[in-house]
Nanobody
């Protein structure tokens, strides 16, 4: 029902910035919240940030709060993740996800649909 395609990953030096995009398509897009998750080598896939359809409700993982910004442009069906002050610990595959609000899930969202992921590598 929902398809997600991420782009914008790459190699960046520590302290640098990188911007990711997630283009969504499908039906009933307003039914879902959209967020970003990431998975580093040897680690679980963790919540990064989430945004509501309206764009007024935002949540961030503590580890990225203040450095990352999530936003969306509904006219383009696109969600963005602007990343700054990157560190090697931010190296991971970043995934866009659409899902439902959940009181118990990480970040308050239970993902239902996933993008293919985009690699972000931060050199020290």
């Amino acid at each position: 029902q929902v398809q997600l395609v991420e782009s914008g990953g790459g190699l960046v030096q520590a302290g640098g910035s990188l911007n990711l995009s997630c283009v969504a398509s499908g039906r009933a897009l307003s039914t879902y919240v959209v967020g970003w998750f990431r998975q580093a080598p040897g680690k679980e896939r963790d919540f990064v940030a989430v945004i509501s359809w309206s764009g007024y409700s935002l949540k961030y993982a503590d580890v990225v709060n203040g450095r990352f910004t999530i936003s969306r442009d509904n006219a383009k069906n696109t969600v963005y993740l602007k990343m700054s002050s990157l560190t090697p610990e931010d190296t991971a595959v970043y995934y866009c996800a659409a899902g439902f609000a959940s009181a118990t899930a990480q970040g308050g969202v239970m993902p239902r649909y996933w993008g293919q992921g985009t690699q972000v590598t931060v050199s020290s």
